[in-house]
């Protein structure tokens, strides 16, 4: 997906419609959220990831002026939006939806009235657009229902379409889809995608989910530690992640610890450090430029490795590591096989492919990538 | 158990016919009772939402003050109520003493802190995350309120159900403030104290099973409340 909707360009450039200036949230004398500076620009979706307690809620309710910040400020096309009750006119301009629905006791009809309401906007205008929204997320049938007598999927689609309907310019989501089952997360992922390229407005979309963050986001966040460590568009983060934390949490299963023994123009060969394992540290050869000596992560994704028979001679990749089967576990599709070569390798193997080559734990096997799978950070 | 079986008979006697004293003992009793509980919302409301929604220095001093109010005894009540109101006292000269409106302000002063406590407890049970919601949605600090206290509506009316409850079966204030004055200040608990001391157990046994069908109901109606769940 890239930005939906051009923002018309002001004078000096353009200006983000939401940014974060030198955000700081302490609770209990410790700082939960440390952010210098975060910019999400007009119609587009930033994803915002990471691990259990990284402070991506946190940004969230301190961006949606819910949360008073410690220090700095949110700004809102480059204004100061202030906080508490003096944050009042943006808060008219955005909306929010959390993990749990949280509706108000009444009817569906009222609840995705509320916000429209909360602004004055006369009855019936409220509920022509409510009852629009209601109908966008397929819950118009629902409309006269008590709230209360809803399945979790109902309720959270009620819950958007009530955020929706307040046509925010920025809509913030917090973990929408988290406590959903798979059944009826997969048709709401489907309706908020259409409903967010329809509405063309900028979101803020927090998730544990890597999946959904390429998904939906335009750009993604990744927040360690209350800190955003890394900011790009979803290739930049899970193909070049800026730090290990950041790899480790996108999915490069595999983070090798290496320095460099020799470099040549674009290319490099690094020696792996596996303390503990026995015979010669493997070498690997890699696209980038690294000076000798240098030490750095070696970034490999489990897609990337293949898996081949001892003796065969069907890879044209540069490394190639003999080793042992040591875990096959399936993933629905696919099946992850970690294979000890000295150091461990994830590869991603799919479900014919493991009754093909009968791997099972033991079994000697060569596991291969190419020099431009692996992504190295300088360390 | 004839002399019960004869009360029972002439109870049912009593409230069948509409005893014309009997209805004056209880209107008067929904009367006192009902201005008392509707002046305790009021105030009790007020202070419950007061105390859910702002922190202040003392706070936590306020809420144990109001606590303990809820279990305050009805004399004890009464007493304080009588000496403001005695003809010498700080406010004698309102001439209130053994009047109906002395009976209101002495349960006024025991059923604020039942609706009180009630709300405060009923605010504060709702979802931290549902005032995020609210805020999230554009409300004004006294829209926010306004949700909330809408969100706690059955709660709410729990509260006031148990303060009428709790005053519409008081006696020891009633009976001192009042002075259980035929026709002026009797309800249904001096009368049924007066009726059985006296030896009149049919009238009693009346009176009895007319203030256990109105707590009956109290309850039967708190009990369907706190049964309902909220929205997802």
Known sequence: MNARRAEPASEGGSVPVLAADRLRVERGGATVLDVPSLSVHGGETLAVIGPNGAGKSTLLLALATILAPSAGSVLFRGMPVGSGEAALPYRRRIAVTFQEPLLFDGTVAWNAEAGLRLRNVPKAEAARRAGEMLGRLQVAHLSGRSARTLSGGEAQRVSLARAFAVDPDVLFLDEPFSALDPGSREGIVDDLEAALRESGATAVFVTHDRGEALRLGDRIAVMIGGRVAQVGTPDEVMNRPADGDVASFVGVETVLDASVVSADAGTFVARVASPGTAGPAPLVEAVGTCGVGDRVLLCIRPENVTLSPPGGSGTSARNAFPGVVSKVTPQGAVHRVVVDCGVPLSALVTTHAVADLGLLPGLPIVASFKATAIHAIRR | ?232
């Open chain 2, 1 to 232: 158990m004839q002399m019960i079986l004869d009360g029972l008979r002439e109870a049912l006697r009593l409230l069948v016919t509409l005893d014309p004293e009997v209805v004056r003992i209880v209107v008067l009793s929904l009367k006192v009772s009902g201005t008392a509980t509707l002046v305790a919302l009021l105030i009790g409301l007020s202070g419950g939402v007061a105390l859910a929604f702002l922190r202040f220095p003392g706070r936590n001093i306020v809420v144990a003050a109001v606590n303990t109010g809820m279990g305050v005894p009805p004399v004890v009540v009464g007493l304080f109520v009588s000496i403001l109101l005695w003809r010498n006292g700080p406010l004698g000269m309102l001439e209130l003493l053994y009047t109906p409106a002395a009976m209101i302000v002495a349960q006024v002063v025991i059923a604020t802190p039942i609706v009180m406590g009630i709300s405060l407890a009923a605010l504060q049970a709702l979802p931290e995350k549902l005032r995020w919601q609210a805020v999230g949605l554009g409300a004004s600090r006294l829209q926010t309120v306004w949700i909330l206290v809408r969100e706690a509506r059955l709660p709410l009316l729990a509260a006031v159900m148990a303060g009428f409850g709790g005053v519409i079966s008081e006696i020891g204030a009633s009976i001192m403030v009042g002075g259980n004055i035929k026709g002026y200040t009797r309800v249904l608990t001096t009368a049924t104290v007066m009726e059985t001391s006296r030896g009149n157990f049919e009238i009693a046994i009346g009176l009895g099973i007319l203030l256990l069908l109105l707590t009956f109901a109290v309850n039967a109606a708190l009990t369907r409340i706190q049964q309902r769940k909220r929205p997802r």
